[in-house]
């Protein structure tokens, strides 16, 4: 089977940064071809809404509340999304989820990881 993990979350003050991680793996002999990765957020109350993705020819989007302050990336040899975040704000907190794009199957979605931002 082939997984989505999400790591990198926590606790930061407003103007810190983290940075998120997503690995895709599978068990051995399955094979998986990525299109899009991906990261969408939720905040208690609220519809989950994309973040940033970055696609299989590496050209991204991003929300226009985090541009200039997140940066997407992505390395295709580990199956891995990064997802840089500065100058984090209170209105950033939320549960950040991973989600990957297959060319042949069907999408998956991680856990989930919280970010908070707080002083």
């Known amino acids: 089977q082939v997984q989505v993990v999400e790591s990198g979350g926590g606790l930061v003050q407003p103007g810190g940064s983290l940075k998120l991680s997503c690995a895709v793996s599978?068990?051995?002999?399955?094979?998986?071809?990525?299109?899009?990765m991906g990261w969408y957020r939720q905040a208690p109350g609220n519809e989950r809404k994309l973040v940033a993705k970055v696609n299989r020819d590496g050209t991204t989007n991003y929300a226009e509340s985090v541009k200039g302050r997140f940066t997407i990336s992505r390395d295709n040899a580990q199956n891995t999304v990064y997802l840089q975040m500065n100058n984090l704000k209170p209105e950033d907190t939320a549960i950040y989820y991973c989600?990957?794009?297959?060319?042949?199957?069907?999408?998956?979605r991680g856990q989930g990881t919280q970010v908070s931002v707080s002083s």
């Open positions: 599978a068990v051995s002999g399955v094979k998986f071809a990525i299109d899009t």
């Open positions: 989600n990957v794009e297959f060319l042949h199957s069907r999408p998956l």
